[in-house]
């Protein structure tokens, strides 16, 4: 029914700087979460930051200062904007909403395929 699609992942030295960005289509009449979270190999998927329709943005406290995250919400699309990029930021990071697809339907978490970030030294 809804379908999440990243893009803007791929290598960048460290210190540098990526724009990744997350679009939802499909049968969607609101969208009241839009968020990040990551994986390394080996390791738990993690919040990376998140927004909730009328709130401020929560982040990792290992991301605050660096990456901003964003929501247009007229187009479904949610941004994350990470600068000062270290190698501990190497993972695959996937986008994820909380979806009512209709009026009256309860909330439906999605995710996206996950795209590949890779910080060099």
């Known amino acids: 029914q809804v379908q999440l699609v990243e893009s803007g992942g791929g290598l960048v030295q460290a210190g540098g700087s990526l724009k990744l960005s997350c679009v939802a289509s499909g049968t969607i009449f609101s969208i009241n979460r839009m968020g990040w979270f990551r994986q390394a190999p080996g390791k738990q998927r993690e919040l990376v930051a998140s927004?909730?329709?009328?709130?401020?943005?929560n982040y990792a406290d290992s991301v605050k200062g660096r990456f901003t995250i964003s929501r247009d919400n007229a187009k479904n699309t949610v941004l994350l904007q990470m600068d000062s990029l270290k190698p501990e930021d190497t993972a695959v990071y996937y986008c994820?909403?909380?979806?009512?697809?209709?009026?009256?339907?309860?909330?439906?978490?999605?995710w996206g395929q996950g795209t590949q970030v890779t910080v060099s030294s």
């Open positions: 927004m909730i329709t009328g709130d401020p943005a």
């Open positions: 994820d909403a909380d979806v009512h697809s209709d009026r009256w339907s309860v909330n439906t978490r999605y």
